[in-house]
């Protein structure tokens, strides 16, 4: 049993691998059962659990019970995954938004051990006999000759049909640089009218898949695959001083996203003025003709 015990000013957060199915291994394909609890004061803001990826797992059932006794939350969800994946695997972690005030923290379970195996025919042996050499005339030579002889024509196709499409795509029109790209893109949120009819979630998403477009295109990284911590490390690598600016911007919408908070109106109203300025922030100096 792997528990991990987070104990932060009073949240504590556990997870582990029911006992049915401790030191057992798993056949590719069978459910187990995982408990993930959360137990904190009542009145604590805390977001629902998230994941960055699952995979080689798959949810297929989740339930959750919330139970209040003494002033103590104690929200428990018991959680059926299935693995596609064989050999010693581990359920990530999940993940907690909590807010105090104006402070954010990540709180996190543990990861979970498990072993899997792939499934074998029951009258496999782990060491099979050996098998009858292949009598005359044998054929595969000729077999393999031809898979080449045809994976190279296959080939010289490819090549054909990529030179094609990169002469069509050449008289494409290219990309705007990206800061010119994020800026028109943020102008045409319509902040206003979401605003209006509660589309908070939304506003504060699709200004964050912005900044990430963004940041991939400006810095090489894979930001719209990577968490706000991953984000912030990869602008650290890059050395960019807006690094900290970035982290409380996509932070407070990590918090709109998945911890149910809405902030004041003025402060939504001004995150889209805010997004703007890190992309002026992080924008190359334009040249001046001593460069040239």
């Avoid at 795509?169 to 949120?189: C, D, Q, S, T, V």
């Amino acid at each position: 049993m792997i528990v991990l015990l987070l104990f932060i000013a009073q949240v504590e957060i556990t997870a582990e691998l029911k006992a049915e199915y401790r030191g057992k291994e798993l056949m590719i394909g069978d459910p187990f059962e995982i408990t993930l609890t959360a137990a904190y004061p009542k009145g604590t803001e805390l977001s629902e659990p998230f994941v960055d990826s699952l995979e080689p797992f798959i949810i297929v059932d989740q339930k959750n019970e919330i139970v209040e006794h003494e002033g103590t939350v104690r929200n428990t969800y018991e959680m059926k995954l299935v693995p596609f994946g064989t050999g010693s695997l581990r359920v990530p972690e999940f993940r907690f938004l909590r807010r105090k005030g104006d402070t954010v923290d990540t709180l996190s379970s543990a990861a979970i051990s498990l072993s899997v195996a792939s499934v074998l025919p029951e009258d496999m042996q782990d060491i099979n006999d050996i098998k009858k050499a292949v009598e005359f005339p044998n054929f595969l030579p000729l077999i393999i000759a031809a898979a080449m002889i045809a994976a190279a024509v296959i080939g010289y196709a490819a090549y054909r049909y990529l030179r094609r499409l990169t002469k069509v795509r050449a008289g494409e029109k290219p990309l705007p640089p990206p800061w010119i790209e994020a800026i028109i893109a943020l102008e045409n949120i319509p902040a206003g009218d979401w605003l209006a009819r509660g589309l908070f979630k939304k506003y504060y998403y699709s200004m964050s898949e912005i900044l990430k477009r963004y940041l991939e295109r400006r810095y090489g990284f894979n930001a719209a695959e990577e968490t706000t911590s991953e984000i912030v490390a990869s602008l650290k690598v890059h050395k960019i001083p807006q690094r900290e600016e970035f982290s409380r911007f996509f932070t407070r919408a990590d918090m709109v996203k998945y911890a149910k908070y809405v902030p004041p109106l003025d402060e939504m109203s001004g995150a889209l003025l805010a997004a703007k300025e890190l992309v002026n922030m992080t924008r190359p100096e334009p040249a001046t003709r001593g460069d040239q």
